[in-house]
């Protein structure tokens, strides 16, 4: 089942979407991006008070884990939310990714990496997130788990650049869809539903259906919602 809804996140109610198990949600940075339909730009204050919202609301929408990816500048605002809407953090992890950003940043190093954080719920299915382990392909070390071993909380996949063939050109920052996957398999039951609120390019969308699994995508933008029906239905 894939459900599709254009609507902002404060307006979601929990009877239109029923149960859901994980919620996935790569929220706006407030740097002045330009979304379809929507410019990302607020003063501190404004973000910090959405930040508030959208946790606290995320909370009302599922029992299950909450995934939040977010730009590493707002970790202290992040984690202050986090505790104020009274929500757990399970881990922190980090997806570090090549072709970074804002290489030319005069006096900044640049940008290679976005936070996870693993949020309210610690329900996990290790089974489905094993990777193979050096020992085993490099070494032919004999003490080798045979099923792999447990990714380590930071996770290696490239950014999304614009000469990738699997790039959006309507959208301007994808996530990597493996990212995504993983989030998925190691964090809901096959055959469960997830809920990414700020679907954007549909990445979750098409990561659920790569996995098995139920999704509901939701964005501020009517654009992005009609652009992943469209790649749905082509
Ligand atoms: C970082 S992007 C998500 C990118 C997505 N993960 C992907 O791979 O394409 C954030 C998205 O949030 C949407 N957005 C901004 N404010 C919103 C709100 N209040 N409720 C729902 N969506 C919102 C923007 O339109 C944008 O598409």
Not at 104 to 111: I, M, P, Q, T, V
């Amino acid at each position: 089942m894939v459900k599709l809804i254009a609507k902002k996140i404060e307006d979601i109610t929990k009877s239109e979407i029923g149960d859901v198990d994980l919620i996935v949600a790569d929220i706006p940075d407030c740097l002045d991006q330009k979304y379809p339909d929507y410019i990302d730009k607020m003063t501190k204050t404004e973000y910090e008070a959405k930040l508030h919202l959208w946790l606290s609301k995320m909370s009302t929408l599922t029992d299950g884990p909450i995934f939040l990816l977010f730009n590493e500048r707002w970790t202290k605002e992040i984690e202050i939310a986090i505790d104020s809407a009274c929500i757990p953090i399970i881990q922190r992890l980090l997806w570090r990714y090549n072709f970074g950003m804002d290489q030319s940043r005069h006096g900044r190093y640049s940008l290679c990496y976005r936070p996870v954080y693993w949020l309210q719920n610690p329900y996990i299915q290790i089974e489905n997130i094993r990777i193979p382990s050096d020992r085993q392909t490099k070494y032919g070390d004999s003490r080798a788990a045979s099923g792999g071993k447990i990714p380590p909380n930071v996770w290696h996949f490239p950014r999304i650049c614009g000469s990738f063939k699997e790039k959006r050109s309507w959208f301007p920052n994808q996530i990597n869809q493996k990212v995504i996957e993983r989030i998925i398999s190691g964090h809901s039951p096959e055959n469960g539903t997830i809920l990414d609120p700020f679907v954007g390019s549909g990445t979750s969308i098409f990561a659920a259906i790569a996995t098995s699994r139920n999704v509901i995508g939701s964005d501020i933008s009517n654009t992005c919602i009609e652009q992943i029906k469209k790649e749905l239905s082509g």
